[in-house]
């Protein structure tokens, strides 16, 4: 059992930055899939980033050269650098970690980008 906290999120005005943690426990998450999903009112979850157990990495379209998704394998913990944020980006930003049959979500953290 993978047990997620997501933290970092916020009121940001557009253009600014943010980081996203999810702490991890009850297992080494580093040996999963890991993804950041987001989901804004009315719309569907959403794929934002994604680190593969290997550490390859990829993103949505409209997060890339913005978003970094990164891992601290010490400390359990996978992070979303967020740049140059724009309204669009307004979202709940979730935790998955998926693997062996499994998938863990997290309780989400907020995004605004606003002026």
């Known amino acids: 059992q993978v047990q997620l906290g997501e933290s970092g999120g916020g009121l940001v005005q557009p253009g600014g930055s943010l980081r996203l943690s999810c702490a991890a426990s009850?297992?080494?998450?580093?040996?999963?899939?890991i993804a950041w999903y987001r989901q804004a009112p009315g719309n569907q979850r959403e794929l934002v980033a994604v680190i593969l157990s290997g550490g390859r990495t990829n993103y949505a379209d409209s997060v890339k050269g913005r978003f970094i998704i990164s891992r601290d394998k010490a400390k359990n913990t996978v992070y979303l650098q967020m740049n140059g944020l724009k309204p669009e980006d307004t979202a709940r930003y979730y935790c998955?970690?998926?693997?062996?049959?499994?998938?863990?979500w997290g309780q989400g953290t907020q995004v605004t980008v606003s002026s």
């Open positions: 009850g297992s080494t998450i580093s040996i999963y899939t």
């Open positions: 998955n970690v998926a693997g062996f049959g499994q998938s863990y």
